[in-house]
């Protein structure tokens, strides 16, 4: 059974940094494009697009992003990671992993099959 499983959340101010991990249990990312999403809190329930990395180890930026967060893969472990620097009080939100469609690279969209998330409070 195929499963991605978030972790590394957690609360920190301004400036601070996090590293989250996504397991992508049953996945092989070898084969499959992975990428982060985040969700904001509010009325908005959208995920929006954050990073994405594709077989071949090429990376993909929303524009707020770039520059400040830093997304990796481990071929061997089949799990992602999302380096977040500089973290800003708009980063916060509940980040999911997914693979991904990458047939318009750099643009990307998700497969579906959300998992349950990891929570990114930046305090101001």
């Known amino acids: 059974q195929v499963q991605l499983v978030e972790s590394g959340g957690g609360l920190v101010q301004t400036g601070g940094s996090l590293r989250l991990s996504c397991a992508a249990i049953?996945?092989?990312?070898?084969?499959?494009?992975l990428g982060w999403f985040r969700q904001s809190p509010g009325g908005n329930r959208n995920r929006e697009f954050v990073?994405?990395?594709?077989?071949?180890?090429?990376?993909t930026y929303a524009g707020p992003t770039e520059g400040r967060f830093t997304i990796s893969k481990d071929d061997v472990t089949n799990t992602a990671y999302l380096q977040m620097d500089d973290l800003k009080p708009e980063d916060t939100g509940v980040y999911y992993c997914?693979?991904?469609?990458?047939?318009?690279?750099?643009?990307?969209?998700?497969?579906?099959?959300w998992g349950q998330g990891t929570q990114v409070t930046v305090s101001s």
């Open positions: 990073a994405g990395i594709n077989v071949s180890g090429w990376t």
């Open positions: 049953g996945w092989n990312l070898k084969i499959y494009a």
């Open positions: 997914n693979i991904i469609i990458t047939d318009n690279w750099p643009s990307v969209r998700p497969s579906g099959n």
